[in-house]
């Protein structure tokens, strides 16, 4: 109601930008591969930044969803095609019924790892919980490098469906449903829990459930991301989920200041397109990033932004966001 | 039939990799009982003292080679303990386990662009001389064929178990470290300097670590992305033996080298990787503190 | 009148160490009860049995009917209960108003999805929280700080905060524990005033304290702890008078 009128400007964009633009120019590539960037980082955002859990094995959630999305794809198109009469669609809306299905599919399957790996909170705490998040997300990639029916070390390959309509609005989506959370009832019990959990389970917050809703929450998200991804390039290969991919996404996080969503999108934006941008030190990417996080944890461990938003709001009163945002 | 006659080779293979695996756990527990801060780091530091003696092994003796591949160890060990130091006391230990991530994927990427990709084969100590590459000495036993230099191994973790007892328990440092471990503010009371010993810790947990990557470098080749996988398998034999625990590292690691080659001998081979993994999450949930480790943190 | 809070030969030991001996203790609704003792005395573990923080180790504790023995931490908030803590544990990320707000939680139902999505029932929920959480702030006195960030109010206000926040979620008791440590005679006075208004509101009253004068000011009724059993029981006249409590607080006293 309130946002009715924004949500059409959205889609009419992302609309437009899909018939007008390339998806396979290389401008579009580099901002399209920011979209999958922010995804995970936002979704990160939610376990390390609003529950303050720490989950070091971010790229498992990732691997599960490409991997889950790209096999409904790649081995269920047929049927699908023969049950739902897709064959008689236009082209665009039968890779669009697929690429929903695949989201759905990638979702739903990493959800259910985010509970798998959320559990576990029951009993562990802290650095515990971060080595069980290590454990976890490394156990996926050895598992998925040997399944051959995905294609094993040598990856995978799937019927390309490049969409910047879908991509660009699972990106706003994604980002939006994570702001939103901020400023809920919900948002405010994990940040409760993250600042004190004595405090917030007096308050009659269940806080195992919440950690769970937590890594359930975030790992569809990268769920969906990693379906996405699978049909970007069609082409999949499980040393693209390994540790170092779970550590750039935690750099991103906590570069953008864990708590912040607007933090993890910039972060998220600048980490992908500057190395792009700058091929020749291509080699250096991962001694600079590593690099940029010791600096940043010993200068400003709270990242750039803290725990604060960017919001129309603030800009308009310059005063501190109450909570609510009735705006 | 066939499986079983395999089981003496897999057991001698797992000892080897177990023996690494014990070691990585041991520095990682050195450092852990000092800081309190996981060291991601820690596979590194063997993968420094493979690269260093793999790379001098082909101009200079093994005299140069080896103290040297040892000191570059100590010398990353103490500039990591340099930047672990500055917020040591105000961070958060979470903000020090990232900066040990960062830490090991600086050193992964400094040392890729100075050695490049390629495995370096590294000649066994006590290889047989002869033209081009050197053959290692084998020895028959119980239907195994053990090579020389795993006997080496072997023979390193010993003398390093044996050595850290004896440090630790024995010696002024290592009873200085010891107490900064149960009581930092006591320490620095009567006079110990809290700083000098987190330097010493890492010094120490990363001389070891190169030692163990010169010696197993002959039996595993040296490349420089040899580190990330040693140091998880080794951090789940630290976590599994019980985090901070000495003999439980040691003990946990291998046992785990000998469990990771018979599964991966016999059962699912290639699953055998995911093996530590899945021990790691096992004991996570049955039992955080570890076989052998006292129920403690709950941070 | 059947004991609002009740707790039944209740023990706690950590390890060797027996902080709560075989205690009986109950809260009647509507009252203003004190729990008082010298240091050590078991004040504080008692407080965390009944809010079922810490588990019993032998006994049991009823709150308005039901046991809460082996339940989660949380559990006791559904009952009615809310709490403070002895050293102020407010959620230091987040602004004053934020901290009430999040009180408000026992009695809310919006789940993840209306969260998420912004339903209807949000904005509906949200309203309403927002207006509570005002509503206690003004009672308090905090009304103008409700935007600034919990960490930055100094010690007496937090004190004020973290009642605020308790009150939020509409208990039928409220426990304190050290209320008026830290704080100034007229803090004093202004916290003695508020909890008389609670009471007369309907809120039953647990509170743990050192401050005698405090205590015996505006309680009905004083149990007193030491060494972890309950030696003295009545009104403050009484148990002021009382020479075994006398004697646990002189003999106690540091030198």
Request: hydrophobic content about 50%.
């Amino acid at each position: 109601m309130l946002r009715g009128g924004k949500a059409l400007l959205v889609l009419g964009l992302l609309l437009l930008l899909q018939l007008t633009v390339d998806p396979n120019h290389y401008v579009s590539r580099v901002l399209l591969l920011s979209c999958f960037s922010v995804m995970l980082a936002v979704s990160l955002n939610i376990i390390n930044g609003y529950a303050g859990q720490f989950s070091i094995g971010h790229a498992g959630f990732y691997a599960v969803g490409a991997y889950t999305g790209a096999s409904l794809s790649h081995f269920g198109r047929e049927w699908m095609e023969a049950s739902l009469g897709l064959a008689s669609f236009p082209a665009w809306l039968a890779d669009s019924a697929v690429l929903l299905a695949a989201v759905v599919a990638g979702s739903v399957a990493a959800a259910v790892a985010g509970f798998i790996v959320g559990l576990p909170s029951l009993r562990l705490r802290g650095d515990y919980l971060a080595i069980a998040t290590l454990g976890f997300g490394e156990l996926i990639r050895v598992i998925f490098i040997n399944i051959d029916r995905v294609g094993g070390a040598r990856g995978f390959s799937i019927a390309p469906i490049n969409s910047i309509f879908w991509i660009g609005l699972f990106t706003v989506g994604i980002v939006w449903l994570s702001r939103n959370l901020l400023n809920s009832r919900q948002g405010r019990a994990l940040q409760a829990l993250r600042d004190d959990e004595t405090a917030a389970s007096v308050l009659g917050i269940n806080i195992t459930s919440y950690k769970v809703m937590a890594f359930v929450l975030s790992a569809a998200m990268a769920g969906c991301a990693g379906a996405l991804y699978a049909h970007f390039d069609g082409y999949l290969q499980p040393d693209s989920f390994n540790f170092i991919r779970s550590i750039e996404i935690i750099i991103m996080v906590v570069l953008g200041g864990l708590g912040s969503t607007t933090g993890a999108v910039i972060a998220a934006v600048v980490l992908t397109v500057l190395p792009e941008t700058l091929r020749e030190f291509a080699d250096y990417r991962m001694v600079i990033y590593s690099a940029l996080l010791v600096i940043c944890m010993l200068v400003r461990p709270q990242g750039l932004l803290g725990t604060s938003e960017f919001s129309w709001a603030s800009l308009r009163s310059r005063g501190k966001e109450t909570g609510g945002g009735l705006a | 039939m066939d499986q079983l006659s395999q089981i003496p080779q897999l057991i001698v293979t797992g000892m080897t990799a177990g023996c690494i695996y014990a070691i990585v756990a041991v520095g990682f527990t050195i450092i852990y009982n000092t800081t309190g801060v996981i060291n991601f780091a820690q596979g590194e530091f063997v993968m420094i003292g493979a690269m260093v003696a793999a790379v001098l092994m082909a101009k200079f003796s093994f005299l140069v080679a080896f103290p040297a591949a040892v000191l570059a160890g100590c010398l990353v060990g103490a500039v990591l303990a340099g930047f672990v130091l500055i917020p040591l006391k105000r961070a958060a230990v979470l903000t020090l386990i990232i900066i040990t991530i960062g830490a090991s994927i600086a050193m992964q990427g400094i040392a890729q662009f100075l050695w490049g990709e390629t495995a370096i084969p590294v000649p066994p100590f006590t290889g047989i001389p002869g033209e081009g590459f050197v053959e290692d000495r084998s020895f028959h036993l119980l239907g195994a064929v053990i090579r020389a230099q795993e006997l080496w191994v072997v023979a390193v973790t010993a003398l390093i178990v044996i050595g850290m007892t004896l440090f630790f328990r024995y010696t002024l440092i290592g009873q200085a470290m010891r107490a900064c471990e149960t009581n930092p503010a006591g320490a620095r009371l009567v006079g110990i300097s809290v700083r000098r010993m987190v330097v010493l810790s890492f010094v120490m947990a990363a001389g070891l670590g190169a030692l163990a990557g010169l010696t197993v470098s002959p039996v595993f080749y040296a490349r420089v992305n040899m580190g990330t996988a040693l140091g998880l398998k080794g951090f789940c034999a630290a976590v599994l033996g019980g985090l901070g625990n000495f003999s439980g590292g040691i003990i946990a690691g291998i046992v785990l080298g000998i469990v990771e080659s018979l599964t991966g001998g016999l059962l699912w081979s290639d699953y055998k990787d995911a093996v530590a993994f899945v021990i790691l999450l096992a004991i996570l949930l049955i039992r955080p503190e570890g076989l052998l480790g006292r129920k403690a943190d709950q941070k | 009148m059947a004991a609002l809070i009740q707790a039944v030969q209740v023990t706690r030991a950590f390890g060797g160490l027996v902080a709560v001996n075989s205690v009986d203790f109950s809260v009647r609704r509507g009252q203003m009860k004190a729990l008082i003792g010298p240091n050590g005395a078991g004040k504080s573990t008692l407080l965390n049995l009944l809010t079922g923080i810490t588990p019993v180790t032998s006994g049991d504790i009823i709150i308005d009917g039901s046991s809460i023995r082996g339940r989660p931490a949380f559990h006791a908030a559904t009952l009615g209960l809310a709490r403070t803590f002895q050293n102020v544990r407010l959620f230091e990320n987040m602004t004053v108003i934020e901290n009430v707000m999040v009180g408000c939680h026992s009695w809310t139902r919006q789940g993840i999805a209306s969260g998420a999505l912004r339903w209807i029932g949000h904005w509906r929920e949200e309203r309403l929280i927002i207006e509570e959480s005002h509503r206690q702030l003004g009672r308090v006195g905090l009304e103008a700080e409700a935007g600034a960030d919990a960490a930055s109010l100094p010690f007496g206000k937090q004190r004020m905060l973290e009642i605020a926040r308790a009150l939020a979620g509409h208990p039928q008791v409220l426990m304190l524990d050290e209320p008026a440590s830290g704080l100034s005679t007229r803090e004093t006075a202004e916290l003695s005033s508020l909890l008389r208004q609670i009471v007369s509101e309907g809120v039953t009253v647990l509170l743990v304290d050192h401050d005698m004068q405090f205590v015996m000011d505006i309680s009905d009724e004083v149990t007193v702890l030491d060494q972890g059993r309950t030696i003295a029981e009545g009104t403050p006249e009484q148990v002021q008078s009382d020479a075994a409590v006398i004697a646990a607080y002189l003999g106690t006293e540091p030198n």
